[in-house]
C-alpha cells in the first residue's frame, strides 16, 4: 500500500467510535408516514428471541376512519358482554397491534453511523426487527365462534346418556430417537412455537422521539470518551485486522441455512479429498455403477485413485459397486427402526449383499427368515439395493456392468477373494451353505459369448460320461476328488472365467494343500483353457 501513497491520497483522518443498538424498520409505511406522533399505549418484548410488541392507538375519529366496521370487528372478538379481558373495551376497534420479525439473523455487517464534528461514530447492530401489523384478533374471533357453536351442540345432546363402554388401549413405547430425527423434531414449527411461548413477555414503557430519556439514549450513539486508543474498534494488530477482512471458513458456517445434515451442494462436495467425495457420494447413493461415480467427480480426476478410494468404501456386486455396511452402520451407533446395534445391522445387510452376488433376485421372507431382524430393518436393507417385482421378490437395482468386469478383471478378482471372505463368516453366524442358495437345476451356457440360465438335466448321473461334459453341474463318483469338484463348481458361480491362481487359492483355503497333480487333473477334467483364463467344459465353443 506505501507504494501507492501518491496516487491514492488521504483526504481526511477521522476517529471511528462504535457502540449497540437494535434497528426497528416498519416496511408496510413510507418513511415520510412515520408514527412517531401517535399515541403508544404498550410495549413488551422477548429479548432472547428478538421479538418486540406494540400497540398503537388508532384515530377513530378521522374521515378514513369505517366506524362501522370497527363496531364489527369489536363485537366479534369481544361479543356483547363485557370483561377486563375484553381486547377492545370501547366496543370498537381503537387499537392496532404490531409484532417484529427478523430481517436477518446474522447483522455482523450492519450498523447505523453518525458524523459528528469530524469523527464517524458507527453502532453496530444487534438485530434488525421489522415491524409489522398483527392480526391475532382474527384469531381471537375464530375462537369464540368455535366455543359458541361447541356450546350449541353440548345443549342439544341428551345428558341421560349410558356411560361409554370401556375399551382396549394400545400401548406403544417411543423408539430410541436417531439424530436425524431430533434434528427434524427441533426444526418443525411446533416445536418452535412451543420454544417461543416458554419464553415470559418483559413489559416496557414507550418513550416518544422528543421525550427527555430518548434524548439521553440518542446520545449513545456518540462517544463518551475522547481518547480514541482505548475505545476505538479498530485499534487492533495487523493479524486481527486481516482476520477481520478476511474471516476464517468457520464463521461461514453461522449463515448457511439449515437442511438435512445429509446433504451438500457440488460446489462443497469437491472441497473435500477424493476419498471424503467418494465416501459421501456412495452413503448418499448406495449402489452405482463406477462410470456414474466418475461422472459427479470433477473432469480430469484420475479412475485409479477413484478405483483406489471406492474400494475402501464400496464392494461389488453384479459389476456394481454398493457402500460397505459400516460406512452407513458406524460402531457404536443403533438402528433408527428398532434401536438393533450396528454390529448385528452389518451382517443382516452383508447377508442380503451376498445373495445378491449369486443372483438377481431374493425373497423378503427367506431374507428375513435368515437373519431375524425386524421388518423394518431388513426392508431398509432391501431399499438400498433392489425394488420390489410383482411374482419375482426383490430384483438388484442395477443391470449387470459387464464392461466394468472386463475393463478391470483385476479389481473384480480382489472383490471376488473379498466376497469368499464375507462368505465364509456369514456361514457361520447364520449357520448356513452356500448350496442352500445356489438355484437347483440351472446351469451356463454360452450363445455367442452371452451367459443364460438353462434347464439342468434332471438328474445328477452317478458317474460322469464324456457327453456330459458340457453340462455345467456336480459329478458325484463317490470318490474324495468329489469334494474338489464341487469347490470348483462354487468358484464358477462367481464368474464363467477364472485363472488358475484363483481356483488353486480356493481349493487351499478348504482343504489345505493340495498338490500340482491334483490341480491338473481337476482342471483337465472339468475345464478348458484359452488365452490364460480357464472355464468350464461346455461353456465356451470349441
Request: charge should be neutral; charged fraction near 25%.
Amino acid at each position: 500500500m506505501a507504494s501507492g501513497d501518491d496516487d491514492d491520497p488521504i483526504i481526511e483522518e477521522v476517529c471511528l467510535k462504535v457502540h449497540r443498538f437494535p434497528l426497528m424498520q416498519y416496511p408496510v409505511r413510507p418513511a415520510t408516514m412515520t408514527y412517531d406522533d401517535v399515541t403508544h399505549l404498550a410495549a413488551k418484548i422477548k429479548p432472547k428471541q428478538q421479538r418486540v410488541e406494540l400497540e398503537i392507538s388508532m384515530d377513530t375519529v378521522s374521515p378514513n376512519y369505517c366506524r362501522s366496521k370497527g363496531e364489527q370487528i369489536a363485537l366479534n372478538v369481544d361479543g356483547t358482554g363485557y370483561d377486563e379481558t375484553n381486547t377492545y373495551s370501547a366496543k370498537m376497534m381503537d387499537k392496532q397491534t404490531f409484532s417484529s420479525i427478523q430481517a436477518t439473523t446474522n447483522t455482523s455487517r450492519y450498523a447505523a453511523a453518525v458524523f459528528r464534528k469530524g469523527e464517524l461514530h458507527v453502532t453496530p447492530l444487534t438485530g434488525i426487527l421489522q415491524m409489522r401489523p398483527s392480526f391475532s384478533y382474527l384469531d381471537k374471533a375464530d375462537n369464540k365462534t368455535r366455543e359458541r357453536e361447541a356450546a350449541n351442540e353440548g345443549g342439544d345432546s341428551s345428558q341421560d346418556e349410558a356411560e361409554e363402554e370401556a375399551k382396549a388401549i394400545t400401548v406403544r413405547f417411543a423408539r430410541p430417537e436417531s439424530e436425524q430425527a431430533r434434528q427434524r423434531r427441533i426444526q418443525s414449527y411446533e416445536f418452535l412455537q412451543k420454544k417461543q411461548a416458554e419464553e415470559p413477555w418483559v413489559h416496557l414503557t414507550y418513550h416518544g422521539v422528543k421525550d427527555g430519556r430518548s434524548e439521553h439514549e440518542r446520545q449513545y450513539l456518540f462517544c463518551q470518551s475522547g481518547d480514541a486508543s482505548e475505545n476505538s474498534e479498530l485499534v487492533k494488530t495487523p493479524k486481527e485486522y486481516l482476520a477481520m477482512l478476511m474471516p476464517p471458513l468457520a464463521e461461514e458456517k453461522v449463515v448457511k441455512p439449515v437442511g438435512p445434515s445429509n446433504v451438500l451442494s457440488m460446489a462443497q462436495l469437491r472441497t473435500l479429498p477424493l476419498g471424503e467425495q467418494v465416501k459421501t457420494l456412495m452413503k448418499n447413493v448406495k449402489v452405482m455403477p463406477f462410470a456414474n461415480l466418475m461422472g459427479l467427480l470433477a473432469s480430469g480426476t484420475d479412475s485409479t485413485s477413484v478405483l483406489r478410494c471406492i474400494q475402501q468404501v464400496a464392494l461389488l456386486v453384479q459389476g456394481n459397486w454398493v457402500v460397505k455396511s459400516d460406512v452407513l452402520y458406524p460402531k457404536n451407533t443403533f438402528s433408527a427402526h428398532s434401536g438393533v446395534p450396528a454390529e448385528v445391522l452389518c451382517r443382516g445387510r452383508d447377508f442380503v449383499m451376498w445373495r445378491f452376488t449369486l443372483e438377481r433376485s431374493v425373497m423378503r421372507k427367506e431374507i428375513a427368515s435368515i437373519i431375524k431382524l425386524p421388518p423394518e430393518d431388513v426392508k431398509e436393507f432391501l431399499e438400498h439395493v433392489a425394488a420390489p417385482r410383482a411374482n419375482r421378490g426383490w430384483e438388484f437395482l442395477l443391470p449387470t456392468d459387464v464392461d466394468f468386469i472386463k475393463k478391470h478383471p483385476d479389481v473384480a478378482h480382489r472383490q471376488n477373494m473379498l466376497w469368499l471372505g464375507i462368505q465364509s463368516k456369514l456361514e457361520k453366524v447364520f449357520n448356513f451353505s452356500k448350496e442352500d442358495f445356489v438355484p437347483k437345476n440351472a446351469h451356463l451356457h454360452t450363445t455367442k459369448n452371452r451367459f443364460k440360465d438353462q434347464i439342468l438335466l434332471p438328474n445328477i448321473s452317478t458317474k460322469a460320461a464324456p457327453d456330459e461334459q458340457k453340462v455345467f453341474g456336480l459329478w458325484e463318483t463317490g470318490e474324495d476328488f468329489d469334494k474338489h469338484r464341487r469347490l470348483l463348481y462354487d468358484v464358477f458361480t462367481k464368474n464363467y472365467r477364472v485363472r488358475r491362481n484363483i481356483i488353486q487359492a480356493r481349493l487351499a483355503q478348504e482343504l489345505g494343500d493340495v498338490s500340482k497333480a491334483d490341480i491338473d487333473r481337476l482342471l483337465n477334467e472339468c475345464c478348458s483353457s484359452h488365452a490364460g483364463m480357464w472355464y468350464l467344459k461346455g461353456t465356451i465353443q470349441s
